[in-house]
């Protein structure tokens, strides 16, 4: 957005309290990267500087990004130009001169990383609360889950569950066996997410607080004792993760042997990592503490992402290299996606803030953290029954998809609404888990090329101008256009349809053979959502209580064919948990319609064998049966 008239957009990670929406404020995550695109090609900017910075939009004006776009287009055209500024550092700039913007994704993801493949489980469904009030409460909610049939594969558990506010503990009395929990969760093949923040508890009887005090880990002041902030625990002392040592240590505490209660199928939850210091300006720490010789102002953005590097560095240590971490994070900067998810922080339970959950995730995505999402039902506020349900037909379509709330809103598990609206967010989430050979298949590609799963229109359709300013919708890969309600009592919304090839309706199959913008029914029991003709989807129709449960079952391929009568696309298989297929333990392969002809070839080499089988192949629109199936085993 121009910035003319407004502040900047300004570049430092704070704790906001019930942040505003459209607003250039500061937030979470500070990423200093930006892709600008126009029909003739595409070109991105990255600044390595983690110091408080601001980027001012200027319409048809003058400014770095603006210098190397001219290279496509004359000066005459429209054009817009950024200008970065940073209280220190140096220029330390990359440009990335695509010229697609998959070609950018790529580029900049050779610089700072790919988000890696996560565990099936993570890409399912979530469901949290500060907090889930004792070990009861936990079994008793997974347990309605599987009693109104709606799929969960993660609870979670907020700061209550703790011993006071110390991490890597648990309240006794409240949780006298985790273990048991968490085994009786790993039965079902779910598993349990704990928080764990930055800030250490005060607390002579507090083991991680006595050693990291000993080591001379904690960032210190400028007369070189340790710095003291106020958080969730009361007085509270900081880790200098710029410290490769303060790292190893907090990696170290995330060992069975020391995270006593915890078991290989309890992953974290590291918030508050701006740092967020309640009694700190702006909430967070004083520019001029010390990392060592480096001033907190100097790396102030980074310091969350260096968090959870020591986080999902516990997590590899743990299970000895052989499970893939999961880890979420509020705070990130450039090369959080190689440690950790994200989320938008917290939202409100009001439309606005289910609106403007798509622009953010785009953002986030363009911006290399393609694991994210948005909290269902906003985290402050009680959402009535039509927004819970828009929010979660909404989110089924997203990265991330968790449902959270504040400790001192109304309990809103799904069977606290009315039977339909249960019955309609049961529906939303059970669309989520037949997706999930596709949602999985695009993350292990956005590992290989950086392309997120969640992206604007623009990006695939990089030569339609008309949606360059689309933002109610996006699409899933290459496959979906996904155009979900965002207004009160909505039962239709505006859908732009770039490009100019066949759609899909994917529960009606209704074949539409439409470009630019159409009104389209949107009753209260589904969301728009269209697959691109030319592409093929893989899903699976067996919903069960878990995508542990369902990771053998049989594929389903849907076939949606161009006006050419063709159609291609990909499915990736592996254990779903380890790293085997980094060794090259798995099945990744493309399959093509032709027309009635269906062919399937490895895209590498196979390097596992499956139970799992090609049950049915679904054609929409009025292309011919199959005439015949061709299996090609040979990569390519």
Known sequence: KDTSTTDPYRLYNLDVFEYELWNPMALYASIPFMMGHSAKGSVGLFWLNAAEGFIDIKKDGQGLLGSVSSMFSAKTEKQVDTF???????????????????????????????????????????????????????NMVEAKFDEHDIPMDVMWLDIEHTDGKKYFTWDSRKFPDSVAMIENLSSHGRKLVTIVDPHI??????WVHNDLSSKGLYVKNQDGGDYEGWCWPGASYYPDFLNAEARDYFAEQYKLSVYKGSTLDCYTWNDMNEPSVFNGPEVTMAKDKMHGEVEHRDMHNMYGMLYTMATHKGHLIRSENTLRPFV??????????????????????EWGHLEASIPMC???????????????????????????????????????????????TKRREPWLYSAGEMALIRTAVRSRYALLPLWYTLFYEQEQDGTPPMRPLWYEFPEDEGSYAKEGSHMVGSSLLVAPVLTKGSTQVNVYFPGSTLWYDIWSHQKLDVSGSMNYAAPYEKIPVFQRGGTIIPRRERVRRSAALMHDDPITLVVAPDKEGKASG??????????????????????????????????????????????????LGSAPPPGQVATVSSPS
């Open 362 to 408: 785009l953002s986030l995505s363009i911006a290399g953290m393609g694991f994210c999402g948005a909290d269902i039902g906003g985290f402050f506020g009680n959402p009535d029954g039509e927004l819970f349900v828009r929010w979660y037909q909404a989110a089924a379509f997203q990265p991330f998809f968790r449902s959270h709330a504040h400790i001192d």
């Open 570 to 619: 990909t499915l990736y298989l592996d254990d779903g948990k380890s790293f085997a297929y980094q060794q090259g333990a798995k099945l990744y392969m493309q399959f093509t319609w032709d027309n009635g002809k269906m062919e399937s070839k490895m895209i590498s080499p196979p390097g596992m064998s499956t139970p799992v089988w090609l049950e049915r192949v679904l054609v």
């Open 84 to 138: 970065w500024m940073f209280e220190s550092g140096i220029m330390d700039m990359f440009i990335m001169m695509g010229p697609t913007p998959k070609d950018i994704s790529r580029q900049y993801g050779s610089l700072t990383g790919n988000t890696p493949l996560p565990q099936e489980f993570a890409i399912a469904y979530h469901q949290c609360r500060w907090n889930y009030n004792d070990q009861e409460d936990v």
């Open 328 to 349: 979420l994070t509020r705070s990130a900067y450039a090369g959080s996606q190689r440690y950790a998810a994200i989320w938008t922080g917290d939202n409100t339970a």
């Open 201 to 206: 508890k005060k607390d002579s009887g507090y």
